[in-house]
Structures are given as structure tokens and as C-alpha cells.
């Protein structure tokens, strides 16, 4: 799987679609993530896939909106410098224009900055919710001095394929996004672990995801002590997803053990879990958690994995339950699962069974997302204007700045005055907020390590900022050499 997708970024002045276009390409709405002062914005920051590529895109509509109570223009300013540290990370740009208002002063501003940056561009030329308006978009967009002019309606989802090919032509040969696509065929399935205490569903769970493939099992040796590996292939929206199930209740079905409780055995579950690239953990939504759950969900957080929890025989509530009290219920319970999304399910009536696909591939995608390091610290700025960390005595606990390190799981390095000074609570209220804004409903654990660094001269107070800056300069020389890629296949390809 890809560690480092190839970040595709949009830009253009306010009000000309940016955000509309983020949805439209990622095909989806995008969960809002974070209110400031009372303005709800959008994510930022997504990963997405087009004809099997994949890249992470970035809204810089988002990045400036929440800095002020309405929609700010990102060219101002501090919010334009924060731009350009987001689009030096980018391979490709997409500057979205409207053909309805043609080419505004503003517009020709965006260009100017968007030349310096010399970053290939590819123009959306949005709102052209007709034909005729389309057909008029390149003559009246040639002045801006781009080649690539995609005419685009949000509103109606056209020209979007037009737009993601060309873009993604742009993409450097050796960027992640191409690294992804051939490691993705070669790459091994995702290994996804069907844990849980005995007779909450376990088997029927495995049973029901095999459906046709059922057969295939008993082809299948047992290939460990503990556990079944069981290859299957589902299906979501039409992309196929192979997986493996680790099906830790299998061995039960070979040795035809009758006792359940014989059966089960928490070195059997651990192991599965070790060998877990995701766990599906199951508990029985109409009983409350037991000791036996909850030491299951303690070995899955100590394991760090991404999991679901999977709340079976719902068909066996009683009438009028809810669904936010169960899972209400189920978070005061275990607390410490709080990042693991809850589903409702019942197998044994086939309700919310397909769910569990779409989202094991949310969380393959989510697994892919590193965030840069510019969009980073502007999450950081932000999360740290909105809740400052309580101080403590006299002394305050500082962030200079954070950088991401690896994924999966997502590591954070934050870079601060003094450990001890960040309180337990707040350090997991910066966990809760990362996760939130960069990887919402995944199941994904958020490593947060905290180093102590001096603070040199002048930093205290923009500390982030500069860190961002610097991490520009180290950037440099690599995105000069994505620069010469790009104008080696250039040359290649008009040659
Ligand atoms: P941003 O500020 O650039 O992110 O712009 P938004 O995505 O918020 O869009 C601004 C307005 O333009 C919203 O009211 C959208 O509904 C509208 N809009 C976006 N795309 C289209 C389109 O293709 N056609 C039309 N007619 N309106 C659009
Ligand atoms: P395991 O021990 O976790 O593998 O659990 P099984 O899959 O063997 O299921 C235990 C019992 O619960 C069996 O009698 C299943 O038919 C039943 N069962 C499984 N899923 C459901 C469900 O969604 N609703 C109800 N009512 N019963 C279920």
C-alpha cells in the first residue's frame, strides 16, 4: 500500500466552486469535520481514487473559511502564505474559475501567484452548466497562458472525468499515486480479523461474507494453530476488495468442539489480532459488554489496530430501541474503544451486512492518507487558537510544531517546550481532533509523541509557522527534481 499519495491541490478565488469540486471528484460529500467561531467548514484533506489511481486532494477554500466568520479570500495575506506552503507539497494544481464571471482581477492575482509557484496547472473552468457556455470556455480562459482548460459543471457532475485524466497525466511517473496502482495488484489482501466472545456470530458473520465463495473453505487447510486464513473477494460499489478473514471461530467448525466455552481461548483472539491489518469486533448489541468483551477491546488498543466494532443481533432489541442509546450504551462501556466506529448489525436478518464492505474500504483509503505538513500545522494553529492547553502553574505547554511521520497507524511527532507540561486529557483531546479531521469514522489509533525541543529566539510566537516554512526549504530540492520529471516527460511527450 502507498505511503505517500500524490497530493493534488485546489485553488482559485472564493465562491468559484472549489469546494463543490472537491465533493464532485471525490464522488461523495465529504463529512464536515470542525467547527471554528461558530463556522462549520469542510475537510481539507481527502484521499481519493480515480480509474484506480490514487491521490489525496486538498480544498484550500477550506483552509482560509474558518479563519474568519465567513468566507475569507484565501489570496489575503497570511492565508495566501499558508496556501503556498499547501501547493509547494502539490504534484498537480486545479485552479478553478467560473465562466460565468470570465476572467477577474482577482483571477489574474491567483495567476500571478500560481506561476511563481511553477507547479503544473490544469484550469476548471466551472459553472458551465450548458453547452454552449462550455464550448465558450477555452476561448475565454486562453488569456490566463494554460494549455489545460477543462470545462466543468459541478452542479450537473460534468466534465469530471475529463478533468481527473488530465490531471492525473500530469502526476510525476515516479509519485506515489503510480507506486500505489502497481502496488495495489501485487500488494498482499488486507488481513481482517473476525474477533470476539463466543456465540455472538462470529461463524455466521464469515458465513454470510462467503456467501458463494463458501465452497472455497473447505479447500482452505487451516494455516495456523489459531485461527483459519480465509481469502475472499468483496464487493463494494463496484470495486472489488480482497481481503483475508483471520475467522478465529473456524477452528471451532474443523474440530467440531462442542462447548463454546472450551473453544475459546484470549491467546487464540490475541494472535488473530497481532496478525490483524484491521479488526471486525463483535459484541452483542442487546446485552451489555461483559469482562470477556472488554479485555478483547483492551488487547485491540494495546495492539494499536484500526477496528470496528460490530454490534450483532440487533434484530433482537426490543421494540423502539435506538440506535444512539446502544451505542451510547456501548462508549460508556468502553471508553477506551471511543475511536472505533460502531455498526448495528444483525446477520442472522442480513441488516447492515454489505456496510461492513464499504467500510473496510473507507478504512484501506484512510490508511493511505498522510497529511502534509504545511495542512498540519494549520490544523495545529487552529486547534490550538480554538482550546489553548490549560496551563500548569506558571508554566504554559507549548507547540512549536508538528510533522507527521508514518501511517498506518498515523504517527504525529509534535514538537514542544516540555512534556510534562501537557496534561494526559489534553494530549488525547489533540489525538481525538487529528483523528477526527484527517481520518473521521476509520477506527484508526492516532500515535501522538510528544519531543522536547529548545525554543530559539523569536519562535515562541509562530513557531508552527516557521516550521512549516522550514519544512518548505527542506521540500526544495525534491520538488525540484519532481520539476525536472515533469519537464522530462514533457519534453518526452512532445517530442
Ligand atoms: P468555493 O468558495 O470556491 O469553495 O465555492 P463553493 O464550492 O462554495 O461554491 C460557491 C457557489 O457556487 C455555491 O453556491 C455552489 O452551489 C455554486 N456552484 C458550484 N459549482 C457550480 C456549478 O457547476 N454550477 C453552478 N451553477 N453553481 C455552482
Ligand atoms: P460465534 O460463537 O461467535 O461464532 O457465534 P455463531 O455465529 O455460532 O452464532 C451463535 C448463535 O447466534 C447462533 O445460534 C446464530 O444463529 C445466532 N446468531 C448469529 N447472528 C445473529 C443475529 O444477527 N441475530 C440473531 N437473533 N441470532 C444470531
Same mark, same amino acid.
Given at each position: 500500500?502507498s505511503?505517500?499519495?500524490?497530493i ?9 466552486g ?14 464536515i469535520v #470542525?467547527?471554528?467561531?461558530?463556522v462549520?467548514?469542510d ?7 480515480? !480509474?484506480?489511481r490514487?491521490f489525496?486532494l486538498v480544498?484550500?477554500?477550506?483552509l482560509?473559511?474558518?479563519h474568519?466568520?465567513?468566507?475569507v ?6 492565508i495566501r ?11 498537480v494544481?486545479i485552479w478553478?474559475v ?6 477577474t ?9 500560481l ?5 503544473p496547472?490544469?484550469i ?12 465558450d470556455a477555452?476561448g475565454?480562459?486562453?488569456a490566463?497562458g494554460?494549455e489545460d482548460?477543462?470545462?466543468?459543471s ?10 481527473m ?5 500530469l502526476v ?9 496502482e502497481?502496488a495495489?495488484?501485487?500488494a ?8 470476539g466472545?463466543?456465540n455472538v ?11 458463494e ?6 479447500d ?5 494453530r489459531?485461527?483459519i ?17 483471520i ?10 468442539i ?6 475459546f ?5 490475541? $494472535?488473530?489480532i497481532k496478525?490483524?491489518?484491521l ?5 452483542d448489541?442487546t446485552?451489555p ?6 479485555r ?5 488498543v494495546?495492539?494499536r ?7 450483532n *443481533? ?6 423502539? @430501541? ?7 450504551r456501548?462508549r460508556?462501556?468502553m471508553?477506551?474503544?471511543n475511536?472505533?466506529p ?6 442472522l436478518?442480513g ?6 464492505? #464499504? ?6 483509503e484512510q ?9 498540519? $500545522? ?10 489553548p492547553p490549560? @496551563? ?8 512549536f510544531?508538528?510533522?507527521m511521520? @508514518? ?10 517546550n *516540555? ?10 483531546f ?5 483523528r ?23 519562535? *515562541?510566537?509562530?513557531?508552527i ?6 519544512a *518548505? ?5 525534491e520538488?525540484?527534481s519532481v520539476?525536472?520529471r515533469?519537464? !522530462? ?7
Amino acid at each position: 500500500m502507498s505511503k505517500e499519495l500524490p497530493i493534488i491541490v485546489i485553488v482559485g478565488r472564493p465562491n468559484v466552486g472549489k469546494s463543490a469540486l472537491f465533493n464532485s471528484i471525490l464522488r461523495k460529500r465529504v463529512s464536515i469535520v #470542525h467547527e471554528q467561531s461558530g463556522v462549520t467548514r469542510d475537510r481539507v484533506v481527502a484521499p481519493g481514487e480515480f !480509474h484506480g489511481r490514487r491521490f489525496l486532494l486538498v480544498d484550500t477554500g477550506g483552509l482560509g473559511v474558518h479563519h474568519k466568520e465567513k468566507t475569507v479570500d484565501v489570496f489575503d495575506g497570511m492565508i495566501r502564505e499558508q496556501v503556498a506552503e499547501v501547493v509547494e507539497e502539490a504534484a498537480v494544481l486545479i485552479w478553478v474559475v467560473n465562466i460565468q464571471d470570465g476572467i477577474t482581477p482577482q483571477d489574474q492575482e491567483v495567476a500571478d501567484f500560481l506561476r511563481k509557484s511553477g507547479k503544473p496547472v490544469v484550469i476548471a473552468a466551472n459553472k458551465g452548466d450548458n453547452v454552449n457556455a462550455r464550448a465558450d470556455a477555452v476561448g475565454l480562459f486562453a488569456a490566463l497562458g494554460y494549455e489545460d482548460i477543462i470545462p466543468t459543471s459541478c452542479t450537473h457532475s460534468i466534465g469530471m472525468s475529463d478533468l481527473m485524466e488530465r490531471v492525473l497525466e500530469l502526476v510525476p511517473a515516479s509519485a506515489g499515486d503510480v507506486e500505489a496502482e502497481t502496488a495495489e495488484a501485487s500488494a498482499p489482501p488486507m488481513r481482517v480479523a473476525v474477533v470476539g466472545r463466543p456465540n455472538v456470530g462470529k461463524s455466521s458473520l464469515v458465513n454470510y461474507l462467503l456467501g458463494e465463495q463458501r465452497v472455497m473453505v473447505s479447500d482452505i487447510p487451516g494455516t495456523t494453530r489459531d485461527a483459519i486464513d480465509i481469502p475472499v473477494t468483496l464487493e463494494c460499489d463496484g470495486i472489488e476488495l480482497p481481503v483475508t478473514l483471520i475467522d478465529t471461530a473456524g477452528m471451532r467448525r474443523q474440530k467440531q468442539i462442542d462447548t463454546v466455552v472450551e473453544f475459546f481461548s484470549l491467546s487464540r483472539t490475541n $494472535n488473530a489480532i497481532k496478525r490483524a491489518d484491521l479488526v471486525l469486533f463483535m459484541i452483542d448489541a442487546t446485552d451489555p459488554c461483559t469482562t470477556q468483551d472488554r479485555r478483547i477491546g483492551h488487547v485491540v488498543v494495546e495492539e494499536r489496530k484500526p477496528c470496528i466494532i460490530l454490534a450483532n *443481533k440487533w434484530d433482537l432489541a426490543e421494540r423502539g @430501541s435506538k440506535e444512539q442509546e446502544v451505542v451510547a450504551r456501548i462508549r460508556a462501556e468502553m471508553p477506551f474503544m471511543n475511536h472505533a466506529p460502531v455498526l448495528l448489525l444483525s446477520v442472522l436478518k442480513g441488516f447492515n451486512v454489505n456496510k461492513i464492505s #464499504h467500510r473496510l474500504l473507507h478504512v484501506r483509503e484512510q490508511m493511505g492518507v498522510t497529511v502534509p505538513t504545511a495542512v498540519f $500545522n494549520q490544523f495545529l494553529q487552529d486547534t490550538l487558537a480554538r482550546t489553548p492547553p490549560p @496551563s500548569t502553574g506558571t508554566k504554559r505547554f507549548k507547540i512549536f510544531y508538528g510533522v507527521m511521520r @508514518s501511517c498506518p497507524p498515523p504517527k504525529f511527532i509534535l514538537f514542544v517546550n *516540555k512534556r510534562s507540561l501537557c496534561p494526559r486529557n489534553y494530549s488525547q483531546f489533540l489525538e481525538n481532533q487529528i483523528r477526527e479531521a484527517f481520518y473521521p469514522e476509520a477506527g484508526l489509533p492516532i500515535i501522538l509523541e510528544l519531543r522536547e525541543r529548545e525554543s530559539p529566539q523569536g519562535e *515562541k510566537a509562530s513557531g508552527i509557522r516557521q516550521a512549516a516554512a522550514g519544512a *518548505k526549504r527542506r521540500r526544495e530540492s525534491e520538488f525540484q527534481s519532481v520539476q525536472r520529471r515533469i519537464s !522530462h516527460r514533457k519534453g518526452q511527450r512532445n517530442g
